[in-house]
């Protein structure tokens, strides 16, 4: 079949997204006078937990309400802290899903482990607590990641195993699981607050736990001396606090002070982007569209970052699914790069050139047998971009486009 581009964008006739995605600045009046006001008292960088550091740690106590926060340069910091900090390393592996940023694959290497590759579930982007419970051979941990908001069922992966889970919370600021904030159900979690996540500092990350042995080894790691001579209450740390253990992992505090004010704005995004897919959930039902989405209870909340749905019928040819949906203006995004089958996963002397650690460790390249639902949700599953400001017209036009484009897809392959 040949299609005509329409001037709106849309193949011809075919319904397509006409407004613009709708925005307001990532960073508003509050992110500048903020950055103005440390600019003039002329400390951009605080060695040790200095006011501005200490409200953005507090500000994540409260959301999670997690006992501790520890600020970081980035959320990849903050994740090899927090895996060094539950005990991970060359002994045994730590269990990792494919549907997740690389860092959350990397940063095992960071902490001198290596990663072991466990299927997600069936209709959701999470880890399996089933093939948890199946996986062959011996680790130190898991990482679970909250993948696109969706928060990972903690309660089922700690009933899987009797090992630390560390939460990747990258995708979900503020989400919820059976009442409970997420990063306060594993031994740590870990939030980025990079640009592209829902609350951002430009650059930066935090880790949450209740354990103040991981919470005091997470600071050996790369926070400076000034701050764990003050804090460092464990004889098996104190020697650590003439020195630390050579990283450089502080949070600058420009980027606190964005993150501060960005979170005081997140349960407003939050409400709005729930808004919209509700909205966007009713239109597409109307239109009878094979679309579900992974199932979030009336006891969690989801964190925004990209909205995963799933084609409920066999997607044969997802590049023409893609090709439809992004002539016809619907704003979806690609997953992330099949992290399993990258030559630095696949080859381990690629990646012992690296981490020569490696060669002495278990580490088997992730195989596809062992990743059937991941596979399967790589043809059969979307993200979407949902806005964070009202916008039910927008919402509107989306779910007729891609409705449209889902059905044309699926019947043309
Ligand atoms: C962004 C992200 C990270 C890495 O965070 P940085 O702040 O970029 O280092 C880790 N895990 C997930 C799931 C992410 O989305």
């Given at each position: ?28 009046a ?19 937990r200095?006011?501005?550091i ?12 997690a ?18 900090g ?27 482990s ?30 679970a ?24 919370c ?110 966007l959930?009713e ?5 009878d ?42 704003p ?22 690296y ?59």
């Open positions: 079949m040949t299609d005509s581009a329409d001037p709106v964008g849309g193949s011809a006739g075919q319904p397509a997204v006409t407004l613009p995605f709708p925005r307001t600045a990532k960073y508003g509050a992110e500048t006078e903020a950055v103005l006001a440390v600019m003039q008292e002329g400390h951009l960088s605080d060695i040790d200095g006011p501005r200490a409200a953005l740690e507090d500000a994540f106590t409260t959301l999670t309400g006992q501790h926060a520890l600020s970081f340069n980035s959320g990849t910091a903050s994740l090899h802290s927090a895996l060094h539950v005990g991970a390393g060359a002994h045994g592996g730590v269990v990792v899903s494919p549907m997740t940023w690389v860092s959350a694959i990397t940063a095992v290497f960071q902490a001198g290596y990663p072991v590759f466990c299927d997600i579930e069936p209709a959701s982007p999470n880890l399996s607590a089933d093939s948890l419970a199946h996986l062959p051979g011996t680790y130190s941990a898991v990482l990641t909250h993948a696109w908001g969706i928060p990972a069922r903690m309660d089922e992966l700690a009933s899987a195993t009797a090992l630390p889970i560390v939460e990747d990258s995708h979900a600021h503020g989400a919820v699981y059976r009442g409970r904030p997420v990063g306060s159900w594993g031994a740590a979690g870990c939030f980025s607050l990079q640009e592209s996540k829902s609350v951002s500092g430009g650059e930066g990350g935090v880790m949450t736990t209740s354990n103040r042995q991981v919470y005091e080894r997470a600071l050996t790691l790369g926070h400076h001396p000034q701050r764990l001579q003050r804090e460092l209450t464990l004889a098996s740390l104190r020697p650590m606090a003439a020195s630390g253990a050579a990283y450089k992992y502080r949070m600058p505090v420009l980027s606190a002070v964005v993150a501060t004010e960005q979170l005081r704005g997140l349960p407003a995004r939050m409400k709005a982007a729930e808004a919209n897919l509700a909205t959930r239109v597409l039902a109307s239109f569209a094979p679309i579900t989405f992974p199932v979030v209870d009336e006891t969690s909340v989801r964190g925004w970052y990209g909205t995963p749905l799933i084609i409920t019928l066999p997607v044969h040819d997802p590049q023409q699914l893609w090709d439809r949906l992004t002539q016809a203006k619907v979806i995004r690609p997953l992330y790069e099949d992290w399993a089958n990258v030559p630095l996963l696949q080859h381990p002397d690629l990646a012992a050139r981490w020569p650690h490696l060669a002495h460790t278990a580490y088997t390249p992730p195989s596809r047998q062992m990743l059937a639902n991941y596979y399967r949700a790589r043809r059969q599953m979307l993200i979407l971009k949902i806005p964070h400001i009202p916008a039910p017209d927008y919402m509107e036009q989306v779910a007729t486009a891609m409705a449209s484009a889902v059905h044309r897809a699926l019947s043309d392959s």
